[in-house]
């Protein structure tokens, strides 16, 4: 039997993690959750998921999502029996039943098939686009899919290493996926798998101090915290400057959107001047070629 551990990397985890932990813990063979150095104390709820079957790890600062994975991955893999597969996920994103066996099928039907698979995703993700690729041997390839809810065979971590920690946040599942295709590892997308993930928060939008409305509804903007436009943008700098010259479609598609989501927020969204602000710093500091955790 092929055996998965899950890794969940918690920041300031609120009640909703048992909920998410206890769809999860079914499904796996062990779950490891990692906490990112959280300002408000996580004892109380790290003491519960160790109670339902946990393995908790504690980070002793805050290092970034791609640390908290790689720590609890090092976990994973040290542990007896070594598992098989890795479920990267977010403390935000919720299973439904038979999650993991659709994904743990699709990666059985690649590799009876030949397909060379770096990473398997599931075939939607409530609330988000999921980009699909081309159909090979009977499997449904995908585009570049989000950390959370992704399985990855163990011998890709052996081949290609850990996630790249110094980009903190943001880009880490873009740089991972990019590395898989430098070497020829697919994307194979589980049609029966959906995630339930929440992705920034949904704000009214509003011009001049007038929320706008369509047919009688208020409409709304995604955005994210203001401190991510940092990272978003400094990253998007510093994934181009590695991986430009490779995958330049990928690479000025990246920037299109990120500069048109600014520009639909700045227009849209409060707190404009200090979402720019961010953003021009991260810019700043990409050409830079700063990484790591943003100091001040």
Same mark, same amino acid.
């Given at each position: ?44 709820? /790290? ?5 339902? @079957? ?5 980070? !002793? ?5 791609? %640390? ?8 994973? /893999? ?14 935000? !994103? ?9 994904? #743990? ?15 398997? %995703? ?10 699909? @690729?081309?159909?090979? $041997?009977?499997?449904? #390839? @995908? ?22 920690? +110094? ?6 599942? +873009?740089?991972?996926?990019? =590395? ?12 029966? %798998? +959906? ?13 001049? *101090?007038?929320?706008? !409305? #369509? *047919? ?19 990253? =998007? ?6 991986? @430009? ?8 598609? *990246? &920037? #299109?959107?990120?500069?048109? $989501? ?10 404009? &001047? +200090? ?22």
């Amino acid at each position: 039997m092929r055996t998965t551990t899950a890794v969940i990397s918690l920041f300031n985890p609120t009640e909703a993690v048992l909920a998410n932990a206890a769809a999860l813990l079914p499904q796996v063979e062990r779950v490891v959750v990692v906490d990112d150095g959280s300002p408000a104390d996580p004892a109380r709820l /790290l003491t519960e998921l160790e109670a339902m @079957g946990c393995v908790a790890v504690r980070l !002793s600062e805050n290092s970034g999502i791609a %640390a908290a994975l790689n720590a609890g991955i090092s976990t994973a /893999l040290a542990a007896t029996p070594r598992p098989d597969f890795i479920l990267t996920m977010d403390q935000d !994103s919720l299973l439904d039943a038979g999650y993991v066996q659709e994904l #743990l099928t699709t990666a059985a039907a690649a590799s009876a098939s030949g397909v060379p698979v770096g990473m398997v %995703a599931p075939g939607s993700v409530r609330g988000l686009p999921v980009r699909r @690729g081309p159909v090979r $041997h009977g499997v449904q #390839l @995908g585009g570049e899919p989000i950390q959370s809810g992704l399985l990855v065979p163990v011998p890709v971590i052996e081949r290609l290493g850990l996630l790249q920690a +110094s980009l903190f946040i943001d880009g880490v599942d +873009s740089e991972f996926y990019l =590395r898989c295709r430098t070497h020829g590892l697919a994307v194979a997308l589980a049609p029966g %798998a +959906s995630l339930r993930h929440a992705l920034g928060n949904k704000v009214p939008a509003r011009v001049f *101090g007038r929320s706008l !409305s #369509l *047919g009688g509804r208020v409409l709304e903007v995604r955005t994210a915290a203001t401190w991510r436009y940092y990272y978003i943008f400094r990253n =998007r700098i510093l994934l181009a400057r590695q991986y @430009g010259r490779r995958y330049p479609l990928w690479t000025i598609k *990246g &920037f #299109l959107a990120d500069y048109r $989501h600014l520009a639909i927020v700045t227009l849209l969204a409060p707190g404009r &001047f +200090s979402r720019i602000a961010s953003a021009l710093d991260g810019i700043a500091d990409g050409f830079r070629a700063k990484s790591g955790k943003k100091l001040s």
